[in-house]
């Protein structure tokens, strides 16, 4: 099967710029996606196709790919920006549906 | 505006049956391609099933032969039905909105309702 890993946590203080990183084999040649969720509440996806931001998507979360990793960045990472975040995307199967990974939580303290 | 409402979730035997529902607004179901999908408590996020707008399904290998999904066009509303349920079923349970553009992802998530299979 196909794995998609993150690092399990990362901490910044108010204002740093958070990275979250994602590596998989299949991911020079296929999109990454990142979701983010607040504890008790539903994913919200917040970057699709490497480094669109849905709409209502603040202007500090970015993404970027390249090679085997792909990358979630929060420029100035504000308190309620602490969540799990999860990349997902597909292996070079064929099957449109993909594996998320195993998450990382970011921590703002 | 885009809404996904689940329903059906509870506490269950194991090799007990269970039918989830997931009731849509602001979008027609059976005219997008929707999914399932899982997390168990603690845990990270795991796809279970989709269900194409051409009536086409496919399932994660772990629940594949016990649960179906399907979508009623009247009610506007995706299903779950899961059978002989285990203790590893236990998760709560998202259905989701898909877009394909190349790779499938989901782009609306209900709120979950939570299924618990346990004697």
């Known amino acids: 099967s196909y794995d998609l890993t993150q690092p399990p946590s990362v901490s910044v203080s108010p204002g740093q710029t958070a990275r979250i990183t994602c590596s998989g084999d299949a991911l020079p040649e296929k999109y990454a996606y990142w979701y983010q969720q607040k504890s008790g509440q539903a994913p919200v996806l917040v970057i699709y196709?490497?480094?669109k931001r849905p709409s209502g998507i603040p202007e500090r979360f970015s993404g970027s790919r390249s090679g085997t990793m792909a990358t979630l960045t929060i420029s100035g990472a504000q308190v309620e920006d602490e969540a799990d975040y999860y990349c997902?995307?597909?292996?070079?199967?064929?099957?449109?549906?993909?594996?998320f990974g195993g998450g990382t939580k970011l921590t703002v303290l | 505006e885009v809404q996904l409402v689940e329903s059906g979730g509870g506490l269950v035997q194991p090799g007990g049956s269970l039918r989830l529902s997931c009731a849509a607004s602001g979008f027609t179901v059976t005219n997008n391609h929707m999914s399932w999908v899982r997390q168990a408590p603690g845990k990270g996020l795991e796809w279970v099933s989709i269900i194409y707008s051409g009536g086409f399904t496919y399932y994660a290998d772990s629940v594949k032969g016990r649960f179906t999904i399907s979508t009623d066009n009247s009610k506007n509303t995706l299903y779950l039905q899961m059978n002989s349920l285990r203790a590893a079923d236990t998760a709560v349970y998202y259905c989701?909105?898909?877009?394909?553009?190349?790779?499938?992802?989901?782009?609306?998530w209900g709120q979950g309702t939570l299924v618990t299979v346990s004697s």
């Open positions: 997902y995307s597909t292996d070079s199967s064929g099957n449109h549906w993909g594996v």
């Open positions: 989701a909105r898909g877009v394909i553009s190349g790779t499938y992802y989901f782009d609306y």
């Open positions: 196709e490497d480094n």
